[in-house]
Structure formats: C-alpha cells, structure tokens
C-alpha cells in the first residue's frame, strides 16, 4: 500500500517556541492532506485539511495562527506549531488519500509533540 | 453537523468473537471507515463499507446499514494481539471530503 512519513517522530521543545512536523507521501501525490491531533486516551480530532497550492482549511476552534499549515508540493504538507505551549502537548497524524484509490486514505507514524 | 458513537471499552476472551456497535449521523454520508490503533501508533485501515451489508475480510467483518445509522465490526477467533482501540469513522462529503474519527472503542483481550 502507500506510504506517508512523517518527521520528525518525537520532538521536545520549550514553550515559546516553534516546531514544523514534515508529512511526505513516498509514492503518491497527494492534493489534500489531513492534519488530525489525538490526547492520550481520545480519539484523533481533525484539525485542518492541507490543500495543494491553496489555503488549508480549519476546523472550528483550530488557530490557523497558531498551527500553521503549507503544501507546497503535491508529496510534502508542514504544520508548524507556532509559539508552543505545554498544552499544545499531543500526538499529531497526518494522513493523504490516494486519489487513485477512492475509498483509502493512509495515515504517517505520527509525531509525539511534548512542550516542557 | 457529525455525531459518532460507540462504545467507551468492551472485554472479550481469546478465540471468542466480538462485535463492536457504531452509530453515527452525518449530512453528506460517503462511506463508514473502521480502523485498528495500538497505543503510540498511526492508525491501520480494516475496512470501508459504502453500500449496506456485510464485508467479510478474513478474521474481520463489517456491517453497514445507512438507513439506521449504524455500522458494527465483528472481530473472529479473537487473539491476544488484537487488544487495541477500533476507532469508526463517517466520511462526509459536505464541504469537501473529510474524515471524522468516533471516540475509539477499547478492546481488551483476556486469555
């Protein structure tokens, strides 16, 4: 099947500052991607949808100024989380479908984010 | 709006089977998802129901009935590897097409 890397896998930063999360699909090109964040014990909650070449878009209650998305290429979507604070702390998935494959989208390993 | 529901945890013995419930409401319904996750990790497809029915996929199975709202997956010969969250998921095509996640239902199996 596909493959979507992500990068980096775990992160540690001090609050305050900013971190970029890389999400590559290896063997595809991917026009959308999905950012999706999951707390310990609760399911992954869409952030935003990464679009190609245009803005992405939010889910209500998502900063887009605080959680800044680029899909430069149709392989490589970036969240950046800008001025991280410790509750900003989470497991962060971003997953692509495959436009040639209707119905299947594949998720990245994911990226464990811990602000101290 | 998307609501998903299905159960918090559920406990069921190796080698039995076990049947876990989703029920969902969504305005742009196109397709019901059902994922494995263990802890720490990405997610793992299982299967995609569009049209009513059963889809049997080996030691898996998933139900589907648009009508009702509902959706369950049906694990066989349970193994002790399958102790994970199964998470249900509503594609909806409203406003472009997104994937929502229910809570996760946590399977525990005993021996």
């Known amino acids: 099947g596909a493959v979507v890397s992500q990068h980096p896998s775990r992160v540690i930063c001090k609050s305050g500052t900013s971190v970029k999360i890389e999400c590559r699909s290896l063997?595809?090109?991917?026009?959308?991607m999905f950012w999706y964040r999951q707390f310990p014990k609760q399911s992954l909650m869409l952030m935003a949808t990464?679009?190609?070449?245009?803005?992405?878009?939010?889910e209500q209650g998502v900063e887009k100024d605080k959680f800044l998305i680029n899909h430069a290429s149709l392989t490589l979507s970036t969240l950046t989380v800008t001025s991280a604070h410790p509750e900003d702390s989470s497991f962060y998935i971003c997953?692509?479908?495959?436009?040639?494959?209707?119905?299947?989208?594949?998720f990245g390993p994911g990226t464990r984010l811990t602000v101290t | 709006g998307q609501n998903i529901d299905q159960p918090t945890e559920m406990t069921a013995t190796e080698g039995a089977i076990v049947q876990i419930n989703c029920t969902y409401q969504t305005s742009g319904f196109n397709g019901l998802f059902w994922y494995q996750q263990h802890a720490g990790e990405a997610p793992t497809f299982l299967s995609y129901?569009?049209?009513?029915g059963l889809e049997e996929k080996g030691r898996f199975s998933s139900f589907l009935s648009r009508s009702k709202g509902y959706s369950y997956l049906l694990l066989k010969e349970l193994q002790m590897k399958d102790s994970a969250s199964y998470l249900c998921a509503v594609r909806d095509q409203t406003g472009g097409f997104k994937t929502i996640f229910g809570a996760g239902t946590r399977l525990f199996v005993k021996a």
């Open positions: 063997d595809f090109q991917a026009t959308t």
């Open positions: 997953s692509a479908p495959d436009r040639n494959v209707a119905y299947e989208q594949y």
């Open positions: 990464s679009n190609e070449g245009s803005k992405a878009t939010y």
């Open positions: 129901n569009v049209l009513d």
